[in-house]
């Protein structure tokens, strides 16, 4: 069984990439197989719209013609057993490159038809991770549950497996020192508060969740 973790984050070892190591530890601890994908390491590219993922009879059809660091990626999760996405949330929504990805890997694996019907003929189990630096209630009041469940509704149906289960961290910590940076808004001693108290649960929470994909796949 294979599982890999995509950090939608330019960092390798902020908030996204330590809950989605901590996602991946879980799903070793049931003996899968794992990898944590930067895609900050990656030069490439969102969907240029050539549309040769949709055209009749060539060779193309339902495959991303772009040719770059995300090509063998993208072959890796089509063959995988299950993907663990994360993204930290930039004004309301996915950073860009997570973005770009999203682009590459769902718009060439659906048919325009009316039922958007999926070319992925297996199931491949999916879950999402978020990380923000705005409280629950912050996020609440934008809506951003509704802003993100598009992408991650849709990508359920992309691989046969229902809607995925989601992570948010909300609050986390960006600096380690709060008075070098021009950052006002936030209370250091709050962010302190959550980082020793929530990010912990979350990281658990991660874990678990790490865990029940490969459980629910055995």
Known sequence: MKIYAINGSPRHTGNTATLLQHALDGAASNGAETELIHLTDLQFSGCKSCFACKLNHAPSYGKCAIRDALTPVL???????????????????????????????YFANFRYDPAHS???KRKIRTAFVYTMNV?????????????????R?????????????????????????????????????????SRNEQFPVDCRNAFLMGKAMTETAL
Do not use: C, W
């Not at 409280?135 to 992408?151: D, I």
């Not at 809607?163 to 986390?172: G, R």
């Open 75 to 105: 072959e890796k999760l089509l063959e995988s057993d299950g993907i663990i996405f994360g993204t930290p949330i930039y004004f309301g929504g996915e950073s860009g490159m997570f973005r770009n990805l999203i682009e590459r890997l």
């Open 135 to 151: 409280p629950q209630e912050g996020a609440e009041q934008h809506h951003y549950g509704e802003r993100l469940r598009m992408l």
């Open 153 to 193: 509704a849709f990508g359920g149906h992309l691989f046969n497996s229902g809607e995925p289960p989601v992570l948010y961290a909300y609050n986390t910590k960006q600096f380690d020192d709060y008075s070098k940076y021009d950052a006002t808004l936030f209370d250091p001693a709050e962010k302190e508060r």
């Open 118 to 120: 999926s070319l992925i």
